[in-house]
């Protein structure tokens, strides 16, 4: 490792610093998608994405109390996680970003639920919206997973602030899992 950092006890965290420490975590990179109730379809990037429990089949993601679109994402009955493909780099930028009209140009679907679902995704992942905890500066959403598909392909990655890809998906060994 080139660089390190240590916490100072004795002084509140410099936020740049603790941002760097948790993108130590490298992550997947989701869109979450929802309808506002007149039918326009909402979403953002978001790597807070986890899984829960396996049965019941339980997911979350958090997503900021700045976001323009929390109180649509509160009121939605469902939502649907979008988990990306090593070659959709631009569509995560695009959903990073706050604008209107994110969905102009890109190619997705209404699922069974009635969420967007985007073409050519890894996963996709349908929700009815369970339960939110407001959690400091975050809201915690968790999903209750009621329809999915995925397929075989590489995931985006994200780490230290950067996307990446793997080296090797597979080294040939499986976890046991
Ligand atoms: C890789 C990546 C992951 C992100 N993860 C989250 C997240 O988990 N929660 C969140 O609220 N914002 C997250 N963001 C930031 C939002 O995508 C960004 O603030 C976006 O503008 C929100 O859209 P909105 O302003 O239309 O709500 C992430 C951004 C990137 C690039």
Redesign the pocket.
Known sequence: MSSSCVSDPQQPFDPREFRSALGSFATG?TIVTTVTGEGVP?G??????SSVSLSPALVL????LR???LSNFLQAPHFAINVLAADQREL?HR?????AN?FDGAQWKSGVLGVPLMDGAAAQLECRNETRYYSGD?VIFIGHVLHYVYRDCAPLV?WRGRYAELDSADDGSKSGL
């Open positions: 990179v909402i953002l990037t978001c790597n807070s994405f993601w958090s997503l900021s976001s323009p679109n995560s959903f990073a970003q706050s604008m994110k975050h994200f």
